[in-house]
Structure formats: C-alpha cells, structure tokens
C-alpha cells in the first residue's frame, strides 16, 4: 500500500520584481516532481513557467499526485511592484467651515463632498460620513474624509460645522445684592452672615464663577470684600459685591504722653554743641501707639540756634497726640570792645561820630554808630559894612530925565562864626 506522496524538488522560491508597464514578464523553473513507488501524475500545472503580470501578487501553484492519489503541492508568490508611492490621493472641492444660525433644537445642514484620486494607484475610502447632510443641535462638529491608497499614503479633508443659537449679548441679572454690611467687634472674631443673591438669564443656563463657599462667616476687624460672579453660556458676566466692616469699639481719646521735655538752653561749646534729653512716654488705654514724627535719636549735634524737637504719636483709631519743645544753643557771653565812656557828657559846637563795637567768644563783632551835631543858639542878626549912604543926584535931560548911578555892595557877617546871605536885594521909589 503506497501512502508516500510525491516528492518535489527544485521548488521556487518567492519572486519579486519591479513593473516595468502595465504588464510585466515573470518567468521561473518548473519544480520536478517524483514517485520511488509509481509514476507521478500532474494534476494541476501551469500551462507556462512564465507569464506577463499586472502590479499585484500572484499565487503560482504546482500540485501533484501519484497512482494512490497522494498529493504533493509547490507554491510560491509573484509580486509585481510598482516604483514607491510616496504620494497621497488629491483630495478636491474640500468644503469650507461652514457657519448656521440654529433654527429650533435640531438644523439640517448639507455639503457636497469631497472627490479624491491618486495617480499612481485607485484611492480607497477609509473614513467617509455616511451622508454629506445631517441634523445638529446647537454647537461645534468636525466632519473627516479620510482617502489612502495602496500605498498607504493618506489625505484628510477636515471642516466644520458651527451651529449657533442667536446671539446673546445680556449678561445674567442679578436679585438681591446686599448692601455693605458694618458690625462692631464682639470680640477677636465676630460671626456675619448674610442673604446671598439671586441670578438668572433669559437666554440660557448661568454657572456660578466666583461665589463664596457660605453665606456667613467669622472675621476679625478689619474690611472685608465679597464677590459673586455668575457668567452664562455666551460668557456674558454680571457681578455683586458688596464689603463687611469690623470696627472696634469707638476711641475717641488720643495717645497720653508722660515726661515731655521742657525747653533746653546750652551755651555753644564750639561749632556743633552735643545735645542730649530723655524721649516722653506714650500709651494708650484702647491699644497701642505708634510713632508718627520721632527723632531718630534722644541726642544729637546742634550749630548756634533754635531747634524745634517734635514726638507725635497716634493710636489705632488715628487718634494723635504731640509733644514739643526747643534746644536753644547760645553763643556764650558778649564783650564790649570800643565804646563812649558814659552815654552823657558836655560837647562843642560841631558833628561828632558815636560807636558801639560788641563781639562775642567767637570774635564775632557787631557795630552800632551814629553822630551827633551840635548847633549854636544865635539871636544877634548879622553885621552889615560898608552900607552906602544916601545919595542924591540931578537927572540929565539927555538921559530923558534917568540917572546913572554906581554904589559899592554892603558886606556882612554873623559872630556865630556861620556864613551869612543875602536874603533880598529891593528898592524902592520916593517923590522928592
């Protein structure tokens, strides 16, 4: 009994060519086939070892059988390629976004779809819609046309379809805001609360941005500000906010103020005199007190002057209280350098010039100077010489009944020792 099948050798190995054209020769060695118990029969051969293919894969089989009908096969692959498409299917008439006013909860919205080929290659449909139409409800849709070839290489059309209700520009309205609310301390914390508004929108939905997580809360003093923020669908924002004041008891009593100084009087001790005094105290009944206006130091160096030294002190409630007082710095004691010998005395007719020089520890000088003049008491009139006596003379008839007369001028003088002058020069007619 034969249970052996056919022997076969010189089977082909799987051949891979590159097109050449449409068709491409292919040619190979048949396999030889054997029987060590009866002869072979070929059932199924091809009529060729060799053939014109078309880019593709082709299956080559070889089958054999023996007198006992024991098969033996021999197969092997053609694989016919064409140069490497690295290029995508052209897609054509890609829609543009597309852009609708809703018109009720659903909106038909139609497109003409894309076309896409390829050159080297018949293009597949990967990912299409089933229809190039549908219903959408308000909002944002991406539709894809996905191409790829026998190469693998894909192309994507990609648009949108936006459908949006009318548009809202009114932003939620607001019920309910609470006014500023004031309360007085009670103690470190003290407990608030309130009723919390009321937001709606025509339009849509409204969604709580910023909204305190309770109604009520403990707060020490201090202000404090509340905010409830709504937006609605179209973004549209409306907001309340409203401030929580915690005051302390009123304090209506400035800072006191203990050990102010009194007024400081130092003579200089050079250019710069050390000064030093003790700094007051302040307190406060309702809590602490801060320093406003305080010198650095409770000393300092001071030139020749006044100086006016200020602490002013304020409390919580801005309440204020000053103290002040001046550091007067002298230049020692004054000299006198040059003065009259008495501030009296007998003098002679005549200007005479007064001096007073002063001049402290420093050298420094100060002049006051003044003249006194001194004038005669004079009651006796002047001393006239030399006066003309009385003269008397005939007119010529040639000078029309005039004379012509000379005389010499009087002279005077005062035995003041002053100079005299000549008040007047007149004259007078007589008749004879």
């Known amino acids: ?31 030889i086939a054997f029987d060590t118990e009866s002869r072979s029969i070929e059932v199924s051969v091809p009529a060729s070892p060799s053939g014109d293919y078309p880019p593709g894969v082709f299956q080559i089989d070889y089958i054999y059988r023996d007198e006992a009908f024991n098969e033996a096969v021999c197969s092997f692959n053609i694989t016919v390629t064409g140069p ?54 308000p909002g944002v849709f991406q539709i894809d046309y996905i191409y790829r070839d026998e190469a693998f290489n894909e192309a994507v059309c990609s648009f949108n379809i936006t459908v949006a209700g ?53 707060y020490p003093l201090g202000v404090f500000q509340i905010d409830y923020i709504y937006r609605d669908e179209a973004f549209n924002e409306a907001g309340c906010s409203f ?91 004054v000299s006198i350098v040059a003065a009259p010998p008495s501030s009296f005395g007998l003098y002679e007719v005549g200007t005479r010039e007064i001096e007073y020089i002063y001049a402290d520890a420093a050298g420094n000088e100060a002049i006051c100077a003044f003249n006194i003049t001194i004038t005669a008491f004079d009651v006796r009139p002047p001393v006239i010489s030399d006066c003309p006596s009385d003269m008397v003379v005939v007119a010529a008839s040639m000078l029309g009944d005039q004379a012509f007369l000379i ?19 007149r004259y007078h007619y007589r008749s004879l």
């Not at 054509?92 to 597309?98: F, H, K």
């Not at 009720?104 to 139409?133: C, H, K, N, Y």
């Not at 941005?209 to 403990?218: E, M, Y």
Request: glycine share 6%.
């Open 84 to 137: 490497a498409d690295t290029n995508p299917p052209i897609i054509i008439n890609c829609p543009e976004d597309i852009f609708v006013v809703a018109e009720g909860p659903l909106t038909s919205v139609s497109w003409t779809p894309p076309i896409a080929f390829d050159t080297e290659s018949r293009s597949i449909e990967v990912s299409v819609p089933p229809s190039p139409s549908g219903d959408y409800p």
């Open 166 to 218: 009318p548009v809202d520009l009114n932003p939620p309205i607001i019920l309910g805001c609470p006014e500023d609310i004031m309360v007085v301390a009670e103690g470190p914390l003290t407990f608030v609360s309130w009723t919390p508004p009321l937001a709606f929108d025509f339009e849509g939905l409204i969604f709580e941005v910023s909204v305190p997580l309770n109604s009520s809360d403990s």
């Open 243 to 333: 401030n929580i004041t915690v005051t302390g008891p009123v304090d209506l009593n400035p800072p006191i103020l203990l050990g102010c100084p009194e007024d400081i009087m130092v003579v200089a001790e050079g250019p710069l005199t050390f000064v030093s005094w003790t700094p007051p105290t302040a307190f406060d009944f309702e809590g602490p007190t801060f320093g406003v206006s305080v010198p650095l130091t409770p000393f300092d160096l001071y030139p020749p002057g006044v100086f006016q030294i200020d602490y002013i002190y304020r409390d919580e409630a801005s309440n204020e209280a000053g103290c002040s007082f001046n550091i007067t710095v002298t230049e020692g004691p």
């Open 407 to 425: 005389w010499t001028l009087p002279t005077a003088e005062d035995e003041s020792g002053g100079g005299v002058r000549l008040v007047a020069d």
């Open 1 to 31: 009994m034969d249970t052996n099948p056919p022997i076969i050798i010189n089977c082909p190995e799987d051949i891979f060519v590159v097109a050449e054209g449409p068709l491409t020769s292919v040619s190979w060695t048949p396999p």
